[in-house]
């Protein structure tokens, strides 16, 4: 069983990076708030692992995290029944902007806030509050001044995806280029979201 990976950063993408230790490279799948923590390339790296065998034998795969408490929140969704390394890395992906939040939400039984501010459909939403309500313990949050920070930059993606929808594009695309756009930029104001996404999507 691998804990960590300590090596260098030789490659990395919204959803997977490359790192090499001990002469070996290890592809390893990431969620974006793993990514967003990354050095540049070159650099060393140590990321917390998670080993996860497909089905029919197909093969180990590796998850890594930039922090333990990224891992334990993938361990938990991973645990609930049919979600899958896979899908818990896309909803961790989404969860890890406000764990404060997501913990009142599955505490409090709240699928609209799932739903609303995680995107989250809402059949996941209903799966997870029923399978953490005697979890949620285990997941702890960031400070209050991160959260709010969090939570702000959620508002301003959310109002530029609404934004574009009003304009007449999907609500899948329009997110796709708001957070493309907000990766681009490295801010959330919702105007310059908007004005960046415009033209992401019309090339």
Same mark, same amino acid.
């Given at each position: 069983m691998i804990?960590?990976i300590k090596g260098?950063l030789?490659?990395?993408n919204t959803?997977?990076?490359?790192v090499?230790a001990?002469?070996?490279?290890? +592809? %390893?799948n990431i969620? #974006? /708030?793993?990514?967003?923590? @990354?050095?540049?390339?070159?650099?060393?790296?140590t990321?917390?692992?998670?080993?996860s065998t497909?089905?029919?034998?197909?093969g180990?795969?590796?998850?890594?995290f930039?922090t333990?408490?990224e891992?334990?929140v993938?361990?938990?969704?991973?645990?609930?029944?049919?979600i899958g390394?896979?899908?818990?890395? +896309? %909803?961790?992906?989404k #969860? /890890?902007k406000?764990?404060? @939040?997501f913990?009142k939400?599955?505490?409090?039984?709240?699928?609209?806030t799932l739903v609303?501010?995680f995107?989250l459909?809402?059949?996941t939403?209903?799966?997870?509050i029923?399978?953490?309500?005697?979890?949620?313990?285990e997941?702890?949050?960031v400070?209050p001044?991160q959260?709010?920070s969090h939570l702000q930059?959620?508002?301003d993606?959310n109002?530029?995806v609404?934004g @574009?929808m009003?304009l007449g594009?999907?609500?899948n695309?329009?997110?796709?280029?708001?957070?493309?756009?907000a990766?681009d930029l490295?801010?959330y104001?919702t105007?310059?979201?908007i004005?960046?996404?415009?033209k992401i999507l019309r090339g």
């Open positions: 804990s960590y260098t030789i490659d990395k959803d997977e990076v490359v090499e001990g002469g070996i490279g290890y +592809e %390893i969620p #974006v /708030s793993t990514f967003e923590k @990354l050095p540049a390339a070159g650099n060393t790296v990321l917390h692992i998670c080993e497909g089905m029919y034998a197909s180990t795969s590796l998850y890594g930039f333990g408490e891992k334990k993938f361990l938990l969704l991973k645990s609930i029944s049919k390394a896979k899908g818990a890395l +896309e %909803i961790l992906s #969860v /890890s406000s764990f404060n @939040l913990n939400a599955i505490r409090e039984r709240d699928a609209k609303g501010v995107n459909t809402k059949k939403a209903d799966k997870l029923l399978g953490l309500k005697d979890k949620v313990a997941i702890a949050g400070t001044e959260d709010k930059n959620m508002q993606v109002d530029a609404a @574009l009003a594009f999907s609500q695309k329009s997110r796709e280029a708001v957070e493309q756009a990766q490295g801010i104001q105007a310059e979201l004005k960046h996404s415009l």
